[in-house]
């Protein structure tokens, strides 16, 4: 089987292709949006290089970056382009997710009320790295939503995804009992 040549020289003025065909500049909302998912995609992969061999967060994860995989294939696709990815959108993902943060929220002694300076140890602080690329990912992906429509089970998945980590994040600090540094309450506890 012959090896793929990854360096095309196509991209040297600044252009890339997306889904469907076509050319777009580097720095077009699409590609912004699909730079920050593979950050975040990449983010998660750091994750779990750092989670002890058959953690049990490791399925879900794995769940996690595959389903980032094929919604980067509907990003990278313009509504308009008649070829549409075959693969799935994660329209079931967000209530897996949502139930798997029902169980880590059952499994601490207590609910946070506090805004949390991110760290606790290597695990937990890569989280909160999740989290925040996560978050701006979901950010870029507003931006092309008002340009072109993003699927709505797309920008929930990114959503429930930062949510998730803020989660682990405090499961992480439970498990080893560290202390969470508090650093101010939620604006409604004041």
């Not at 252009?15 to 699409?30: L, P, Q």
């Not at 593979?38 to 967060?57: F, K, Q």
């Not at 695990?123 to 992906?141: D, F, G, K, P, Y």
Request: proline share 6%; glycine share 8%.
């Amino acid at each position: 089987m012959p090896k793929g040549n990854i360096s095309t020289r196509s991209g040297d003025k600044g252009t890339t292709g997306v889904g469907g065909g076509g050319r777009v500049d580097k720095d077009d909302a699409r590609i912004e949006a699909l730079g920050d998912l593979d950050e975040t995609n990449s983010v998660i992969g750091v994750l779990r290089s750092v989670l002890p061999p058959e953690h049990d967060w490791e399925p879900g994860l794995q769940r996690i970056q595959t389903e980032m995989m094929n919604l980067m294939g509907h990003v990278a696709t313009p509504s308009t382009s008649p070829r549409q990815p075959s693969v799935p959108l994660p329209d079931e993902s967000s209530l897996w997710m949502e139930g798997w943060m029902q169980e880590i929220e059952d499994s601490l002694s207590d609910a946070t009320e506090y805004f949390l300076l991110p760290g606790g140890n290597s695990i937990s602080a890569q989280c909160h790295m999740v989290r925040t690329v996560a978050r701006r990912a979901e950010r870029r992906l507003v931006t092309l939503n008002k340009i072109d429509p993003v699927a709505p089970s797309i920008l929930k998945f990114v959503n429930r995804l930062s949510d998730l980590a803020f989660k682990l994040a405090r499961q992480e600090t439970h498990r080893k009992g560290l202390t969470e540094d508090r650093w101010r309450l939620f604006r409604g506890k004041r």
